[in-house]
């Protein structure tokens, strides 16, 4: 079983930044991937921000050059920075990791986490 908590979300005038914090522990193998997502309400839930166990990233255009994401792998956190958000920003933001565990690590697992609420004012 494999846990995520996720912290830094709270509520920021545009223009302005926040870093989200999400860590993952248990019977953990390897992390394939790390990722964000984020929904607002009455749409669907949309990616953000990924990052590959080899450091590739990638953004949708929406949030390219405001959003970067990285990884520690170290602590198995992957943060988030997000500057000169938008009131459009605004959402629950989830965090999802593709883990391999113990017993079996052939076999990949997606997890989630409990989300994040980031409110952009304008």
């Known amino acids: 079983q494999v846990q995520l908590v996720e912290s830094g979300g709270g509520l920021v005038q545009a223009g302005g930044s926040l870093r989200l914090y999400c860590a993952a522990s248990?019977?953990?193998?390897?992390?394939?991937?790390m990722g964000w997502y984020r929904q607002s309400l009455g749409k669907q839930r949309e990616l953000v921000a990924v990052v590959t166990s080899g450091n590739s990233t990638n953004y949708p255009d929406s949030v390219k050059g405001r959003f970067t994401i990285s990884r520690d792998n170290a602590k198995n956190t992957t943060y988030r920075q997000m500057n000169s958000l938008k009131p459009e920003d605004t959402a629950v933001y989830y965090c999802?990791?593709?883990?391999?565990?113990?017993?079996?690590?052939?076999?990949?697992?997606?997890?989630w986490g409990q989300g994040t609420q980031v409110t952009v004012s304008s």
């Open positions: 999802k990791v593709v883990v391999t565990t113990y017993p079996y690590p052939n076999v990949e697992y997606n997890y």
């Open positions: 248990g019977s953990i193998f390897s992390i394939n991937a």
